[in-house]
């Protein structure tokens, strides 16, 4: 069975930390991405990589990294958090090849800043 | 850029009713369509994709949608609701270039009346 596991399914960080949201992806896809998803805005991509190291900035990347030292990792950084990054954060992942091949999502990490 | 506009961002229907959920993209391209679906507290399921041929997908849980390329849409349908259903869905495209990014409209909540 396909599996997007992310680390947490609920973080409570303080404004100014450092933020780590991790996802590991079992299928060996080469893409990988992190949306954040709001009511009534759906889903915005922040960043996705295409291959271990690399990255792309997507929609909104402002006060955000990420980082994939390995096929299978990736991670989102929030430098320094603040209440308006208080989000659902979810990862996915797809395999290279066309544009409509499927992506496979994890569960969800909900972060509140506080 | 692509953009995706989902009509209503609720949607009530009586359990057997039919569910009609609208999607309309801009492109003059057409680009491949997908639907997600979302439980609640879980990450988007694939429903169902327009790549290209046959106009009419059908996907799974008795859920199709039909592209038209005139009207620019990829309305989701399903004959009769389930209590099931209840979740909220996402249409989103993506464009025939080599990036894999996915667009996705706002959502609509379908809740299911007994």
């Known amino acids: 069975d396909v599996k997007v596991t992310q680390s947490s399914r609920y973080l409570v960080k303080r404004t100014g930390e450092k933020v780590f949201l991790e996802c590991v992806q079992d299928?060996?896809?080469?893409?990988m991405f992190w949306y954040r998803q709001d009511p009534g805005l759906g889903l915005r991509l922040i960043y996705f990589?295409?291959?271990?190291?690399?990255?792309e900035k997507g929609d909104i990347p402002e006060g955000y990294s990420v980082s994939r030292e390995k096929k299978e990792r990736f991670s989102l950084i929030l430098e320094s958090a603040s209440t308006n990054q208080t989000s659902m954060y979810l990862c996915?992942?797809?395999?290279?090849?066309?544009?409509?091949?499927?992506?496979?999502f994890g569960q969800g990490t909900r972060l509140t800043v506080v | 850029a692509q953009s995706v506009t989902q009509l209503g961002s609720h949607v009530s229907v009586s359990e057997g009713a039919l569910v009609l959920l609208r999607c309309n993209y801009s492109?003059?391209?057409?680009?491949?369509l997908f639907w997600y679906v979302q439980y609640p507290n879980q990450g988007l399921q694939l429903l169902l994709k327009?790549?290209?041929?046959?106009?009419l997908v059908k996907g799974i849980n008795g859920f199709e949608a039909e592209f038209k390329k005139s009207e620019t849409s990829f309305h989701l349908t399903k004959p009769s609701a389930h209590m099931s259903d209840a979740a909220e869905y996402f249409c989103?495209?993506?464009?025939?270039?080599?990036?894999?990014?996915?667009?996705f409209g706002a959502g609509t909540t379908v809740t299911v009346r007994a």
């Open positions: 996915a992942s797809s395999s290279a090849g066309t544009a409509n091949t499927e992506a496979f």
């Open positions: 299928m060996d896809h080469e893409n």
């Open positions: 990589s295409y291959d271990v190291k690399m990255k």
């Open positions: 492109s003059s391209v057409p680009p491949y």
């Open positions: 327009y790549t290209t041929g046959a106009t």
């Open positions: 989103a495209v993506s464009d025939h270039g080599d990036d894999y990014k996915l667009s």
